[in-house]
Every structure is written in C-alpha cells, then in structure tokens.
C-alpha cells in the first residue's frame, strides 16, 4: 500500500505543481526611446530620452507577415515605454517600434534603431513576464554643438 501512494505521490503530485504555476501572466514590454543628439546612430552621454514618443508593439504571423496583433503605449517622463501583452504569440513576429516623436527636432527614426525584436511566449524555462527591448532612436535634426569632442573619445580608445 505504501508503495502506491509513494508511486500516485511521484506522478500526480509534479502535474499538480505544474497546473497551479501554469497561470498565464501577461508579458510586459519595456524599452527607452532616445534622441541620438550626435547623429552617430548610437547612444551616447550626449544621449537625451523621450517623453512622450510612441511606441507599437505588433506581431506579425510568421508564414504570410501580416499583421495579428499591435498595442500602442507612449513613453514616460524617462522616455521609458511598458506595454502589456496578455495573449502568448508563440509562432509569430513580434518587435516594438517607433511610431512618432513629440520633439519636433527630433523626429527622424534612426536607420537600424527603429524597432527591436521581442519575444512574446514562454519557452525554454524563461520564467520571467518581463521583456526587455533595445532602446530605439530618433536623429536630432542637426548634432549638438560638442558632439565632434565627445566622438573624439571615442577614438583615443579604439586601438
């Protein structure tokens, strides 16, 4: 008898932890928009972050790249963005990207800085909800006035 229950403890006890832990939480997306105020196409310390800019978070079905799912959020005193996704988008596409900036010299999406890649479903044992997109960026309409000195750093390190 005792076996039994040591046998019904082993199989049934791992499938009850796993239905009690298998409660979806919704993902969240978070992300920093940024003026690159040096046009350099990176950040830098001359670096300032938009409040206000909006962001997307779509997905797009990975056979035929139409779009399934999009929310939109805008950014923080910080130029930080979170956006909550509650559905798992397993077989699809999904990235956060730039949609407008509030800085009306700023508005020019950056080459390569404009969208971010997420992964939207749990796989591998990820267990965390939470999503971290690259910081994406705006091109200020001309570089701030010391930019050429502070790239110049940059270059007394590259060997």
Do not use: W
């Amino acid at each position: 008898m005792a076996k039994v229950l040591i046998l019904i403890a082993l199989c049934v006890l791992p499938s009850l932890i796993t239905a009690a832990h298998d409660v979806r939480k919704p993902f969240v997306v978070i992300g920093k928009v940024y003026c690159d105020t040096c046009r350099c196409g990176y950040e830098t310390p001359a670096t300032t972050y938009i409040p206000g800019a909006m962001v997307r978070v779509e997905c797009e079905d990975s056979n035929s790249l139409q779009v399934v799912f999009n929310v939109d959020n805008v950014t923080d005193a910080t130029g930080t963005y979170t956006i909550t996704v509650t559905e798992d988008h397993e077989d699809q596409l999904c990235y956060a990207t730039l949609i407008s900036s509030p800085q009306s010299d700023c508005t020019a999406k950056a080459p390569g800085r404009d969208k971010s890649t997420v992964i939207l479903t749990n796989f591998n044992g990820v267990i965390s909800n939470i999503r971290h997109a690259n910081a994406m960026g705006f091109l200020k309409d001309s570089a701030l006035p010391g930019c050429t000195q502070l790239l110049k750093q940059y270059q007394e390190y590259d060997e």
